[in-house]
């Protein structure tokens, strides 16, 4: 859908799911309010461009340099935030991928921007990556991205409904690589999962909600909504993108083997009240004893 041709937006145009071309804040301005069920987004980070060099240079977006003065950035999303929390319904969720970065020895941290939008913050997950960007020292290598569960109370109700025993058993920490570039172009894509985790453990797969991702790049969350059975609203400022995102869409069933693996993962035997009432463990969560085991290194002398 072209900039020119766009009004309103509302849920009876939307059919299976559109895809918009635009910037983000101009076009969730033409959204009704209480519209959407879900979102899930990774905005650009304000990498600062080639500033930065102790990250590798391979996130580089196609028409957009990444390197707003940090306050400019953090108003930005604080109001694309505040423009999401409007048009999601009450009781409805925004999942916002971020990371701790540092410039000139200074930290910024996405709760410094998060306290000050509508929403209520629901969890903090942490994304292990398994793979760093860092080729210098200075730190530990951070292998771990952030995920919000922002939350948009009904009332004064901050918590809302609990999640299936099935989807709860996940833990805050979600272990997987990024997406493989040699599969998908786009410089930062989610990997299928990740969205479709979300979407499997918010809305389920029996009623059809609508799910937004405002930054939406190669389509990754819109082809997890589509392919769950949900109406989807992609919007990213880059033709090229939308254009990219388009075509996975109309060859989504490529895809749907990676939806089904983490379907399989939603799961349980007994569920968390069955277990309860034929007074079974409900308590402890233990990680699988060979997870649990210290991985053995070489031997190294402890004094020298
Ligand atoms: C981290 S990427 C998102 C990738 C996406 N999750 C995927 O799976 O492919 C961020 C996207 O935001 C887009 N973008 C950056 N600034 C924007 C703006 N002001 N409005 C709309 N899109 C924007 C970029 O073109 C880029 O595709």
Known sequence: MAKSELKKITEDQLGEGKLIEGDTLAILGKMGDNMVDLGISSPPYNKQGKQKGWLVKNVVYNDYGDALPERTYQENQLSVLDEIYRITKPGGSFFYNHKIRWNKGTMFHPMDWLR????????????DRMIAANIRGWRFWQVEERIYWLYKPIGDQLIGKELNSADAKMTSIWRG????????????????WLPARIIISILGTQKSGIVIDPYVGSGTTALAAKIL?????????SPAYIEMASERLNNGSREKDKIQKELNLHQVEESFKERK??????????????????ESGPTMPLIR
Request: proline content about 11%; glycine content about 10%.
């Open 116 to 127: 000050n939008t509508k929403w209520s913050v629901k969890q903090e997950i942490i994304w």
């Open 177 to 192: 690589v990024p997406e493989n570039g040699k599969k998908n172009p786009h410089p930062a894509p989610f990997p299928l």
């Open 229 to 237: 059975g949900h109406k989807y609203i992609g919007i990213d400022r």
């Open 277 to 294: 009432s034929q007074g079974k463990n409900v308590g402890k969560y233990r990680l699988p004893s060979s997870i649990r085991k210290r």
